[in-house]
């Protein structure tokens, strides 16, 4: 399994912005994809944001034009930029890493809290 660690979390004023990061215990171009997930309380985990190894992402609708999900092969970090955030955007942010290889290998990270406030 891959070893993901998340940071970035916080509280925020509605209209602020955050960046969560997630850094991977190994090389990231050996991760076919990753994504950030959410889960506020009551709430199913959802996906907010995923990117592959070829660098093509897809968002929930939900963030759309106001997050955006990038990574730095070099650093082994995969980040989600989430500007104009808002009330409904508060969660347990979770960073999940797929490795495909004769069967498919899915870590979680630990999670991090984000909260707006309104």
């Known amino acids: 399994q891959v070893q993901l660690v998340e940071s970035g979390g916080g509280l925020v004023q509605a209209g602020g912005s955050l960046r969560l990061s997630c850094a991977t215990s190994?090389?990231?171009?050996?991760?076919?994809?990753m994504g950030w997930y959410r889960q506020a309380p009551g709430k199913q985990r959802e996906l907010v944001a995923a990117?592959?190894?070829?660098?093509?992402?897809k968002y929930a609708d939900s963030v759309k034009g106001r997050f955006t999900i990038s990574r730095d092969d070099a650093k082994n970090t995969v980040y989600l930029q989430m500007n104009s955030l808002k009330p409904e955007d508060t969660a347990v942010y979770y960073c999940?890493?797929?490795?495909?290889?004769?069967?498919?290998?899915?870590?979680w990270g630990q999670g991090t809290q984000v909260t707006v406030s309104s």
């Open positions: 999940n890493a797929l490795i495909v290889v004769a069967g498919t290998v899915e870590s």
């Open positions: 190994v090389n990231i171009r050996n991760i076919n994809a």
């Open positions: 990117i592959n190894s070829g660098g093509s992402s």
